[in-house]
């Protein structure tokens, strides 16, 4: 209903509703979306490299740190999983953050801070600390020890490989919150080459809210002639697509992900 309602002229949608099949073929929402085509294949492009290049690294360094967790010969390994999850208990503020961000660390305006905002989830730690416990014995490691393996090379050979189905499951959610990551923008990215995709499709809708007001309020052009409700499906028809094409790729992986481990014995 709502990609057969994107293509949908605003008209129908006011007078008749939504329906599963058009009754009435247009583009005009996505022409409106695609004004300057440019604009939004850019931050396309923007998005899809902070989503691959940042799971990438969520998964890598989250992983590491897991592993240095689970592993029992690492002393006050339980102590520092407690100070991680503390952690996520405060906040400092959103005064504080972007003060670090943009006057400390000199962050804003640089694809940095789209790449640091969901690279580190402490939760994701503990989920694959959990998983490398209850699911990797303990001899592989030791064994490969015994070969003359050193730590950095069983983690790399032997653990990450073990990993997959959780870092399938936990990928997943990362590049969700990569994709869907428009607030960070918002705080601290002025510069329009560097907007992400959700970011430039909400300033489109926020510009064709602002057009309607305007021009309906001066009397210029009828309400129905600029679209909005088809906007909106569009916006979504274009946000979610990419996503929905690329999770039946990892879909065996995701479920195996979170039902490893469930029932042991």
């Known amino acids: 209903m709502l990609l057969s309602g994107s ?16 009754r009435t073929f247009d583009l005009a929402a996505y022409k409106f979306i695609f004004n300057q085509p440019e604009k939004v294949l850019h931050s396309y492009g923007v998005t899809l490299f902070i989503t691959v290049v940042g799971t990438i690294l969520s998964l890598y360094f989250s ?30 503020g959103l005064v504080p953050y972007f003060m670090l961000i943009a006057n400390y660390l000199q962050l804003k305006n ?23 416990a209850n699911s990797v014995p303990d001899s592989i490691s030791e064994s490969a020890k015994i070969d003359g393996a050193n730590d950095f090379s069983i983690f790399m050979k032997i653990i990450l490989p073990l990993l997959k189905p959780a870092l399938a499951s936990i990928g997943l959610f990362v590049a969700l919150g990569y994709w869907n990551d428009w607030y960070t923008a918002t705080l ?14 909400y300033k489109i809708l926020s510009s064709s809210n602002f057009a309607k ?47 490893v481990g469930s029932v042991k014995g």
């Open 7 to 22: 293509f949908e002229s605003e008209e129908s949608i006011l007078r008749h509703g939504y329906s599963l099949i058009p």
């Open 63 to 92: 992983s590491m740190a897991a592993y240095v967790l689970a592993r029992k010969d690492v002393k006050y390994r339980n102590a520092m999983a407690f100070y991680l999850f503390f952690t996520t208990l405060f906040s400092a």
């Open 110 to 132: 640089t694809i940095t801070i789209l790449l640091l905002s969901g690279m580190f989830n402490v939760f994701h730690i503990l989920i694959l600390r959990t998983y490398i």
């Open 188 to 201: 601290f990215i002025t510069d329009e080459k560097l907007f992400p995709l959700q970011y430039t499709l």
């Open 213 to 259: 007001q305007l021009l309906a309020g001066n009397g210029a052009v009828s309400t129905i002639e600029l679209p909005q409700q088809t906007v909106k499906l569009a916006l979504t028809a274009v946000a979610t697509g990419p996503i929905v094409l690329a999770y039946p790729f990892v879909q065996k992986y995701f479920v195996s992900g979170l039902t």
